[in-house]
């Protein structure tokens, strides 16, 4: 099946500080990727919908110079979170469209990111 | 706008038992996709099975299957032979598929806390 790696799994930082989080799709391209925040006990809130070498589309409300995301190439997309608060402490998931396996449009998932702002 | 919800929080069933998630949505589109995640502690997301609105035939996956009522809107899961490993989080999804081809984000409902026991 097709797989989604990210990096790092756990982060702390500093509040104020940025910090990058990678999202690669390590045997397909992928075309499309989506980046979530998911709460304890909560669904998954889409943040943004990013397609290789275009601007990212931000969900409304999600302020887009505090999560930057960048997807420069077919398998590698970025979330940077920029002056972190400990409100941005969270767990991010990405996820990757594209063709693989013949399944297209079919979201595969990343194992998520805990980043927790101190 | 497409919207999901699935009305039982937490569900039990013991080892072994049959227990069925249920899940209603709302659009206005013909041509979608309805999925059903697993989400267990390790927070990884897993497909379990998907189903599309033109297949009439309900899908199956070994031990888990759903009921597509279409015209009803409704997508539940039924989960027979209940495992341990089974205990997860379960969330329904909906995907539009545009007439360009293109797929739109999935839209979560709130999900469903199933625990299975001894």
Redesign the interface.
Known sequence: GAVVSQHPSWVICKSGTSVKIECRSLDFQAT?M?WYR?FP????M?MA?SNEGSKATYEQGVEKDKFLINHASLTLSTLTVTSAHPEDSS?Y?C?G?GLAGGR????Y?G??TRLTVT | AQTVTQSQPEMSVQEAETVTLSCTYDTSENNY?LFWYKQPP??????VI?QEAYKQQNATENRFSVNFQKAAKSFSLKISDSQLGDTAMY?CAF?T?YSTGT?S??T????T?LQVTL
Not at chain 1, 41 to 44: E, G, R
Request: proline share 3%.
């Open positions: 499309t989506f998911q006990k909560q669904s998954l889409l919908t767990f998931i996820s469209v297209l449009y079919e979201q998932f194992p998520g | 996709y390790s927070r990884q997301m897993i497909l998907r969330f995907m598929l797929a984000k999935l979560f409902g709130t999900g806390r």
